[in-house]
């Protein structure tokens, strides 16, 4: 039986990218969204159409009723869960000096963040630990590293969501869970669109070993590496996608 695969937030852009990836490398993919059904069914058809396999299913994944009602119903269906891609945008993030960023802000984006991690993540451990085996990916970011440029709650949340998975890779190893976080750099894709213009998405590219842009399906390629069981033995680790800037440019207001 192919691998049954959750991948949250997967209705379009990274999301998106990592389900067709992982439909050709054979796992079954749930395509979560929280809205967007019509995104999501695009992205099962483009699975299909290539030869795999998925199914579309929506919850909010910082609601542990709707991550319970998700889980059960992927393991009814499928009977067992092996991999989950802990991917969603539950808030999008607000670039603003902590001067000008209000609290409620501020906290939005940390919970959101943190809730859309820790409900799914918290389901998903049950069967895998049943199952004495299964894989746990999270899409972080560089944001993390950097200080400045308004990154205050965005690094801030990634922090907390890289601290987050190194904990879950040290309390799950021993039931045979790997653990992995993927943490791009800055990528073109529909939530970047109206950041990422002119000289900004200029500066990203020259300063590139790609000579271009991340893109999405760079980031999706790296993913799907992560889920394979030859890398096991790298739980708690991370692996940067951020086409070089990190040695190209590095520094930590870069």
């Known amino acids: 039986m192919s691998p049954t695969t959750i991948v949250t937030g997967a209705g379009r852009g990274v999301g998106a990218a990592v389900a067709r990836a992982l439909g050709a490398r054979g796992h079954h993919v749930i395509v979560n969204y929280r809205t967007g059904a019509a995104d999501a069914d695009a992205v099962v058809r483009e699975v299909r159409a290539a030869g795999g396999s998925a199914t579309a299913a929506g919850a909010d994944v910082t609601d542990p009723g709707e991550v319970d009602r998700l889980i059960a119903g992927v393991l009814a269906e499928r009977g067992r869960l092996d991999t989950l891609v802990v991917n969603a945008n539950t808030v999008p993030p607000p670039f603003a000096a902590l001067a000008d960023l209000p609290w409620e802000t501020f906290a939005a984006k940390v919970d959101g963040e943190l809730a859309g991690a820790f409900h799914v993540t918290r389901r998903a451990l049950e069967p895998m630990r049943e199952q004495r085996r299964g894989r746990i990916v999270y899409l972080g970011s560089t944001a993390a590293d950097y200080v400045g440029g308004g990154r205050l709650a965005h690094g801030t949340a990634k922090s907390a969501l890289a601290t987050f998975a190194r904990h879950v890779a040290a309390e799950s190893a021993r039931d045979g869970i790997s653990v992995l976080t993927v943490t791009p750099g800055a990528v073109r894709s529909p939530a970047t669109t109206a950041l990422l213009t002119g000289e900004r998405a200029d500066a990203l590219a020259r300063e590139s070993v790609l000579r271009r842009m991340v893109e999405p399906d760079d980031v999706a390629a790296v993913v799907a590496l992560a889920t394979d069981p030859a890398l096991a033995a790298a ?20």
């Open 235 to 254: 739980t708690g680790s991370t692996l940067r996608v951020d086409g070089g800037w990190s040695v190209l440019v590095g520094g930590p207001t870069s």
